[in-house]
């Protein structure tokens, strides 16, 4: 039976996944709808691609901020959702609604971070490796059984942005992988979560770009790093009741400020 696939999806990722899926559907499945930012307006990816691409071709579409993702779901006939990045939480209503085919691109290892800001907690915790996952939808958030993962080693100088970055294309590995799975007609994997793991929520990172002791040179470096994302406020030190903002060695921005 072919899968009637609502997209729903934002940032770069959610755009470069909507293309391929796009571009794969055939007998196997089919995207009906998709749901993401309507303008560019406002988004540090400067971009709108899914709704131009819905509003040029006539394929059904819906506003990300829109609370009616259940009306829009039984609209389009969808039988599963394929959630990226997309801000809010399905409800069970919704979730019974597709007979509970409903993934979710998480570009962050499960159940370790679970939540915001993978990549900049990993980089500021000194882990080696990340990776990203595609996991089952529940009513928790990233709680849900893993279908398929991957993982790959963080460089000694990763800065944030550029861990980001390969979470991306890493996340773009499971879409591809989701898509065979889907063109198989095999049934998708579902391994429960491992114990632990933590919720990491919007206000995790609050105080986190301070650094504590200019001295310390490790701190320094890690921080600069972890926070390195143009678009959002870099690490910083405090002098004289300033805010002097550091960023890692070798970038363009130390350069600049040379």
Not at 27 to 45: L, R
Not at 118 to 132: F, I, K, M, S, V
Request: hydrophobic share 40%.
């Amino acid at each position: 039976m072919s899968a009637r696939i609502a997209v729903l999806a934002l940032k770069p990722v959610g755009e470069a996944a909507f293309q391929r899926l796009l571009a794969a559907s055939g007998d196997a499945f089919a995207v009906v709808g998709a749901c993401s930012n309507t303008s560019a307006e406002g988004t540090w990816w400067g971009s709108a691609a899914i709704a131009r691409h819905c509003a040029r071709t006539g394929l059904p579409f819906l506003d990300g901020d829109s609370a009616d993702l259940a009306r829009f779901i039984e609209a389009t006939g969808a039988d599963m959702i394929l959630s990226i990045q997309y801000s809010r939480l399905i409800g069970r209503n919704l979730l019974d609604r597709v007979g509970g085919r409903a993934l979710n691109l998480h570009l962050a290892p499960l159940p370790a971070y679970r939540g915001f800001f993978g990549p900049t907690h990993a980089l500021l915790r000194g882990d080696a490796e990340y990776g990203t996952t595609m996991h089952w939808m529940d009513e928790g958030a990233d709680t849900g059984d893993i279908c398929i993962e991957d993982r790959f080693p963080i460089a000694a100088a990763e800065t944030g942005i550029g861990l980001y970055r390969k979470a991306t294309q890493s996340g773009l590995r499971l879409v591809d992988r989701l898509i065979e799975g889907l063109a198989s007609h095999q049934a998708l994997p579902r391994t429960p979560q491992a114990g632990g793991g933590r919720y990491w929520s919007r206000n995790s990172l609050d105080g986190e770009r301070r650094i504590r002791d200019p001295s310390d040179a490790e701190e320094v470096e890690r921080k600069a790093r972890a926070f390195h994302f143009p678009g959002f406020e870099p690490a910083y030190i405090m002098e004289n009741g300033v805010r002097r903002h550091v960023h890692p060695h070798g970038s363009d921005k130390e350069r600049d400020a040379q």
